[in-house]
């Protein structure tokens, strides 16, 4: 008879997916974000918009260190998100790979 609360390997490399792909979600919510110069001023917004980036900006900040951002003035572009989210989709095959098997 099999317990209800066994857990496989393939149980434990779904879970390690998923926390993978909801960060890399939270990443690109942090982009949109930036996209948008003034958030709303309710208290519902601005606790999301605190969560996103107290989550993704220690992560997105190792890079913002040795990639500064293209072009000047107004419209600089910060390109830690995109080598963030390339790092995140192969360290999420490598270990969910090594999870499962």
Do not use: C, H, K
Request: no cysteine.
């Amino acid at each position: 008879m099999t317990s209800l609360l066994a857990l496989t390997r393939g149980d434990a490399a779904a879970y390690v997916n998923a926390l993978f792909t909801v960060f890399i979600i939270l990443v690109f919510l942090r982009v949109l974000m930036s996209w948008i110069p003034r958030l709303p001023d309710n208290p519902v917004v601005q606790a999301v918009a605190n969560f996103v980036r107290e989550t993704t900006d220690p992560y997105l900040n190792l890079f913002r260190r040795f990639l500064p951002p293209v072009g000047g003035g107004g419209f600089a572009l910060d390109l830690s998100p995109v080598v963030g989210v390339l790092l995140l989709l192969v360290a999420q095959q490598v270990i969910v790979a090594i999870v499962r098997g």
